[in-house]
């Protein structure tokens, strides 16, 4: 494949999962490249392409150079998408689109709902939903079925639900947010042709959601994690306020879709990995208290939900040998990095075993996933009980597994198990 060949923005080329055909040239070739505008591209702009593990970390660290807003006013728009956001969207207003001081405050005052003693706090009720979401799918089993819709039952009805709790939500309204979530990756990533009037539609009612959940959580608060973000006080140079309700607004959007896309994609494709690996599946099975830790890395790496992230550059840069300009955008490919032949041995093998497993699947730096513990705990107390309960039984993919158009998410769209007696 030559360099001129390759257009990131060609969603096309993502729908089979992540080209690695063109991560491999770009890391061979080009590990820090100009990725020249295309028809496709956002905003008629070209951009840098970061595809190498160590050169990701590196970009990914030195947040003073490389913005998650604006590039300190390097641009009027910016963000984490490769489109420019405007700033009363989402940069400066979302966490992940923040930079210091004000994302240092953000960031303290949220991660306390994802301290350890909260998830050990947490964990009883994360086995009871994933036991209740089972018991259904093991009946039908039972009955005579033999497959069932993994994505949909399971994949995706645990992280909804445990973020859900997290954040307080009635269980009544729990349905709404799969939609809601999965409006704003499509939006995240559409291209030219996309009739975006739903999605748009879609967001709306999230925001007005959130926008009535903001203010009864003002007016009687309670334990929830929302409640405390509403309700909180940050220093703001030494000027203490309370996030307006925009900002609370964005935390919402930000804490359904992250706590329910990354994670649904991670144990989707993970599963269907370890299932193509039947030898590992056995011995995963065998020995669930040895291996699972291991397993879990190795999925995340593997499935890489996210493809990419995008910085702006803060000021004139030398990296890599190539002139980066202020204002320039800059994706770094999670899902390259985790690919990277200089750290992973035989990266394109799926290895429960693996011992040296540094993945980037929560990113790095400043911005490391802020679930990332959480999300671990809900892959492994899954991955416990779906190994006990499926015992005596022979599990398999049904399906090729089908991915969603985007270059932003690996997002999976359809994953299916067929599941004969052993």
Same mark, same amino acid.
């Given at each position: ?11 096309? @080329? ?14 061979? @070739? ?42 300190? =006013? ?11 956001? $405007?700033?009363?969207? &989402? ?13 240092? !405050? ?25 036991? +209740? ?47 809601? &979530? ?5 939006? &995240? ?17 999230? =925001? ?50 992250? =706590? ?29 208290? !040895? ?6 890395? !190795?999925?995340? +790496?593997?499935? $890489?939900?996210?493809?990419?992230? +995008? ?23 999670? $899902? ?68 969603? +158009? ?17």
């Amino acid at each position: 494949m030559k360099l001129s060949d390759i257009n990131l923005c060609d969603l096309a @080329q993502f729908e089979q999962g992540c080209p690695e055909a063109i991560f491999r040239t770009l890391r061979e @070739q080009a590990p820090v490249w100009f990725h020249p505008a295309t028809p496709q591209a956002p905003d008629g702009e070209g951009f840098w392409v970061i595809s190498k593990h160590a050169d990701a970390r590196a970009i990914l660290k030195n947040h003073e150079d490389f913005s998650s807003e604006t590039g300190y =006013g390097a641009r009027v728009g910016g963000g984490t998408t490769l489109g420019d956001m $405007s700033t009363d969207m &989402a940069p400066g207003l979302v966490l992940a689109m923040m930079d210091p001081p004000k994302h240092d !405050e953000i960031r303290g005052l949220v991660s306390q709902g994802f301290y350890p003693r909260t998830l050990e706090a947490l964990e009883p009720e994360i086995r009871r939903l994933t036991r +209740r979401l089972l018991e259904p799918v093991l009946r039908d089993l039972d009955a005579g079925a033999t497959e069932f819709d993994f994505l949909n039952r399971v994949a995706t009805e645990l992280p909804l639900q445990v973020i859900c709790t997290v954040g307080g939500l009635p269980e009544a309204d729990w349905h709404h947010m799969v939609e809601w &979530a999965d409006a704003a990756i499509a939006f &995240a990533a559409h291209d030219k042709d996309t009739d975006t009037a739903p999605l748009i539609a879609k967001m709306t009612e999230m =925001g007005m959601y959130a926008y009535g959940l903001v203010q009864k959580l003002r007016a009687e608060p309670n334990d929830s994690l929302m409640s405390i973000i509403v309700n909180a006080e940050i220093n703001n140079a030494g000027n203490p306020r309370k996030l307006d309700d925009l900002e609370a607004i964005r935390f919402f959007n930000l804490l359904i879709t992250g =706590g329910t896309e990354t994670t649904r994609n991670s144990i989707a494709y993970g599963y269907y990995a370890l299932l193509q690996h039947p030898e590992q599946y056995a011995a995963l099975e065998d020995n669930p208290d !040895e291996l699972l830790d291991g397993a879990l890395e !190795e999925m995340l +790496r593997w499935s $890489s939900a996210v493809h990419f992230n +995008r910085r702006t550059a803060a000021r004139d840069v030398e990296y890599g040998d190539q002139q980066i300009k202020r204002g320039d955008k800059v994706t770094v490919w999670y $899902s390259s990095a985790n690919r990277d032949a200089d750290v992973f041995e035989d990266p394109y093998t799926f290895n429960i075993y693996r011992k040296k497993n540094p993945q980037v699947a929560f990113g790095y730096g400043i911005h490391h996933c802020l679930g990332a513990a959480l999300a671990r705990l809900e892959m492994k107390i899954l991955f416990q009980e779906l190994l006990a309960c499926m015992k005596g039984r022979n599990p398999q993919p049904a399906n090729d597994i089908r991915f969603i +158009r985007s270059n932003r998410h690996q997002g999976v769209a359809d994953m299916r198990v067929r599941v004969t007696p052993r």
